[in-house]
């Protein structure tokens, strides 16, 4: 089965760490970009970040650059975001997806994972 | 705020059409035929409905179809089921980032 699955979630303190996984199966991974979007509660979607297939090209939102680091394991068919400094407004659900790209900034995500949901409070 | 602007909600009545704007500027949607629609249901995963912003992913409805006129991309849902009710969000990529930008979502409401 096609699929994506999120773990690493959970609760953190401001100024704290975490790191998300993404499991892919069913599909090719070494063959797509990939992404992660997050999204806080109640509210709408946001691009964190997207990595290349051979991590050549890693990106960032701005509000997380610095703090946040994508990262993915061909080999192991898994992608990573390595959280750190961790801040109240970071709490959301991350959601890993895979990117369709043909040409530079045709984006779209055609395959999501459930979310793996970040709380960031003292 | 989001970059690109949506309406907060839309409504229909079974069988009806309707159309969802997704407003930007010359750095994103009027720039570059790049944007895509997204259609989330309450505590699940968004779901692409259009890509490169008037294709189809395969399985996906011919009842929904998307558009664009200048800095404005347009979703439409036609013979509107209690089924499309769900949040839509519009997306672009823009040439003032790195990555790419949303809308702030619209809920659709199948009275």
């Known amino acids: 089965e096609v699929q994506l699955v999120e773990s690493g979630g959970g609760l953190a303190q401001p100024g704290g760490s975490l790191r998300l996984s993404c499991a892919a199966s069913g599909f090719t991974f070494s063959s797509y970009w990939m992404s992660w979007v997050r999204q806080a509660p109640g509210k709408g979607l946001e691009w964190v970040g997207i990595?290349?297939?051979?991590?050549?090209?890693?990106y960032h939102v701005d509000s997380v650059k610095g703090r946040f680091t994508n990262s993915r394991d061909n080999a192991k068919n898994s992608l990573f975001l390595q959280m750190n400094s961790l801040r109240v407004e970071d709490t959301a659900v991350y959601y890993c997806?895979?990117?369709?790209?043909?040409?530079?900034?045709?984006?779209?995500?055609?395959?999501w994972g459930r979310g793996t949901l970040v709380i960031v409070s003292s | 705020q989001s970059a690109l602007t949506q309406p907060a909600s839309v409504s229909g009545s079974p069988g009806q059409s309707i159309t969802i704007s997704c407003t930007g500027t010359?750095?994103?949607?009027?720039?570059?035929?790049?944007v895509s629609w997204y259609q989330q249901h309450p505590g699940q995963a968004p779901k692409l409905m259009i890509y490169?912003?008037?294709h189809r992913p395969s399985g996906v409805s011919n009842r929904f179809s998307g558009s664009k006129s200048g800095n404005t991309a347009s979703l439409t849902i036609s013979g509107l089921q209690a089924e499309d009710e769900a949040h839509y969000y519009c997306s672009s990529y823009t040439s003032t980032s790195t990555l790419g930008v949303f809308g702030g979502g619209t809920k659709l409401t199948v009275l």
């Open positions: 490169d912003v008037n």
């Open positions: 990595i290349r297939q051979d991590e050549v090209e890693n």
């Open positions: 997806a895979r990117v369709v790209s043909e040409y530079w900034g045709d984006w779209y995500f055609d395959l």
């Open positions: 010359s750095s994103d949607i009027g720039g570059y035929n790049y």
